[in-house]
């Protein structure tokens, strides 16, 4: 089955410790983006690529770092620097554009849920 | 930065009953889509609506969008428990959506059995 696997499901970080979120795709996408959500909050795009070897900054980059280095892979490393890191992260890749029955629709990963003790 | 907003923040119904959400949005779209995430899971795709339509349906689901009030909404008819979840609006510019989609808060509709 084609999807986006997110690992780990959860993950308990302490203060000053750099973590880093996986994210897989089997869907043959471009796009590849991370999203963060606060409870009770929208999403809000941290990174993204278009492509391999490029990514953009999203509104909430800061303390947040990421690679993209495979199609299928694109990791996000959560810095120390990241004042407020608890969050729930969300991956999503997109199909081509220029498939017009799939275009600008994202396919999202089960997500991860990260816990600053 | 967030563009849609939609509304109610929570809604509560009975079994049975229809649920309708409203999403604004602030600049000029490509399309509209309405995503589905139950708690503590990723967001699902439920249906997309480009610029130049005025309304889709897709089975219980129906989506108006009116570019004039720069406004959606989302109607749910024949409520089922499972239809519990949050529901967010997304837009995509008119320029094209290669940072992804603009979400809103969501609307967290809760359907009482």
């Known amino acids: 089955d084609g999807g986006i696997t997110q690992s780990p499901k959860y993950l308990f970080r302490k203060e000053g410790q750099n973590v880093t979120l996986s994210c897989e795709q089997n869907?043959?996408?471009?796009?590849m983006y991370w999203y963060r959500q606060d409870p009770g909050q929208g999403l809000r795009l941290i990174y993204y690529?278009?492509?391999?070897?490029?990514?953009q900054k999203g509104d909430i980059a800061e303390g947040y770092s990421v690679s993209r280095e495979k199609k299928e892979s694109f990791p996000l490393t959560v810095t120390s620097a990241q004042k407020n890191p608890t969050a729930f992260y969300l991956c999503?890749?997109?199909?081509?554009?220029?498939?017009?029955?799939?275009?600008?629709?994202?396919?999202f990963g089960a997500g991860s849920r990260l816990t600053v003790l | 930065s967030q563009q849609g907003e939609e509304d109610p923040q929570a809604l509560s119904i009975q079994e049975g009953e229809n649920a309708t959400m409203n999403c604004s949005y602030k600049?000029?779209?490509?399309?509209l889509q309405w995503y589905r995430q139950n708690s503590g899971r990723g967001l699902v795709h439920l249906i997309l609506?480009?610029?130049?339509?005025r309304e889709k349906h897709s089975g219980r689901l129906r989506v108006t969008l009116d570019t004039s009030k720069k406004s959606s909404s989302l109607l749910i008819t024949a409520s089922r428990a499972a239809d519990t979840a949050s529901y967010f609006c997304?837009?995509?510019?008119?320029?094209?959506?290669?940072?992804?989609?603009?979400f809103g808060k969501g609307t967290h509709l809760i359907i009482q059995p």
């Open positions: 999503a890749s997109r199909a081509p554009t220029g498939v017009s029955s799939g275009a600008n629709v994202l396919t």
């Open positions: 997304a837009t995509v510019p008119s320029g094209g959506g290669a940072d992804g989609l603009t």
């Open positions: 690529s278009q492509i391999v070897n490029d990514f």
């Open positions: 869907l043959n996408h471009d796009a």
């Open positions: 600049t000029s779209i490509n399309n």
């Open positions: 609506i480009r610029s130049n339509e």
